[in-house]
């Protein structure tokens, strides 16, 4: 079974401060994780995956994302926050080397982006 | 070139109507899929397909049956429309059922 858990529905910062989208999950075999960015009426794009590899992920657009085995994390960060950033993050789990799981999907956080 | 491309992106229609969304993605990808974004923007998975064949059913009513002509396509038919099926369906793509998903922009559904 697997699970994933967005600690904050909704996260408010300032254009240029860091950004922090919080992400626990729950998997009973090694996890494959990702982050998907949604904007105002768009598909959903791959910010960045880990696959067992290195634990910081670098991605799209400045994010990065650490995973934390003993913490069970993988929190989304930015060093500095940009207008164009303001979407729906989320952040999907499933089991790496598995032939038949599926993604699992977070609630999501919203980031709005204040001038 | 759209990886994923559904179509159309916006469908009104009344309750008890049939209607089709079509779906086709040009990745060389396996595994496909419908998701159904409520109004409160989650996602939940709705069917998978991988070579055509059905993987998953996620106890969606038998009003909505996909059909996969061949890999690179996959419909989602819905009979006897209900308020409770507006949304937004969105169809993805994968190499593998555990790799990352690819998506198309979505379809709005609104039934009145």
């Known amino acids: 079974a697997q699970s994933v858990t967005q600690l904050d529905s909704h996260v408010s910062v300032s254009e240029g401060t860091p950004v922090l989208l919080r992400c626990n999950y729950s998997?009973?075999?090694?996890?494959?994780l990702f982050w998907y960015v949604q904007h105002p009426n768009k598909g959903l794009q791959l910010l960045l995956k880990y696959t067992s590899a290195a634990t910081l992920v670098k991605g799209i657009n400045g994010f990065e994302a650490e995973f934390k085995k003993s913490e069970t994390s993988f929190h989304l960060t930015k060093p500095s926050a940009h207008m164009s950033d303001a979407a729906e993050y989320f952040c999907v789990v499933t089991i790496s080397g598995g032939s038949n799981y599926k993604l699992t999907f977070g609630k999501g956080t919203l980031l709005t982006v204040n001038p | 070139d759209t990886a994923v491309s559904q179509t159309p992106k916006y469908l009104v229609t009344q309750m008890g109507n049939d209607k089709s969304i079509k779906c086709e993605q040009n990745?060389?990808?396996?595994?496909m899929y419908w998701y159904k974004q409520d109004s409160k923007k989650f996602l939940k998975i709705m069917f998978s397909?991988?070579?055509?064949?059905?993987?998953i059913n996620e106890t969606v009513p038998n009003r909505f049956s996909p059909k996969s002509p061949d890999k690179a396509h996959l419909n989602l038919h819905i009979n006897s429309l209900e308020l409770g099926d507006s949304a937004v369906y969105f169809c993805?793509?994968?190499?593998?059922?555990?790799?990352?998903?690819?998506f198309g922009q979505g379809t709005r559904l609104t039934v009145v």
């Open positions: 990745l060389g990808h396996d595994t």
């Open positions: 397909y991988n070579n055509k064949e059905l993987i």
């Open positions: 993805a793509s994968s190499r593998f059922m555990n790799t990352e998903a690819f």
């Open positions: 998997s009973s075999y090694s996890p494959s």
